[in-house]
């Protein structure tokens, strides 16, 4: 997994500071499932999801991650939410908060569950999970995401939510 060059480029400027970053999620359902991918560098299982390009709209970075990770067209429905993520400090002392849009969608016309697969090393496994047996560990961001999208669903989906 590698850190996108943008980053790198200014993190030899800025050291370990806090870097302000905008991310995005998807929610990929088809049926009574959900789409989500193990980590390689956590373990943990999590929605598909990474780092927006600069001048890159949210929405094109949502589809452009799926592509990546798991070698799938979807449709994007709704944007369901915008938060912030709490600070994250990685090993290496790298300070990073996120700006983070959650986005829902299907699968593509002509896309199957059957065709998604690894295409990058971010991942060690994917895979199709009902929402009563999803798998552990879950990624904490993802448990949070789920919660969201209940949130959402329940108020009739008429409004992103802004926490």
Avoid: C
Wanted: aromatic residues 6%; glycine residues 8%; without cysteine.
């Amino acid at each position: 997994m590698s850190t996108p060059q943008f980053i790198v480029d200014i993190r030899k400027h800025i050291g370990n500071d806090l870097l302000w970053l905008h991310g995005v999620g998807v929610v990929i359902r088809h049926d009574d499932q959900v789409l989500l991918a193990r980590r390689a560098d956590t373990g943990v299982w999590a929605m598909v999801g990474g780092i927006v390009d600069p001048g890159e709209p949210a929405a094109v970075a949502a589809v452009r991650e799926v592509a990546e990770e798991v070698g799938i067209s979807v449709v994007l429905e709704h944007l369901i939410a915008v938060t912030v993520s709490p600070l994250i400090v990685y090993a290496n002392g790298n300070k990073t908060l996120y700006q983070d849009l959650v986005f829902t969608a299907h699968l593509a016309e002509g896309v199957t569950p059957e065709d998604v697969h690894l295409s990058d090393d971010e991942n060690t496994d994917v895979g199709w999970f009902r929402r009563d047996n999803l798998p552990e560990p879950l990624a904490k961001s993802t448990a949070q995401r789920f919660d969201l999208l209940d949130r959402f669903e329940a108020q009739g989906t008429a409004a992103a939510l802004f926490d």
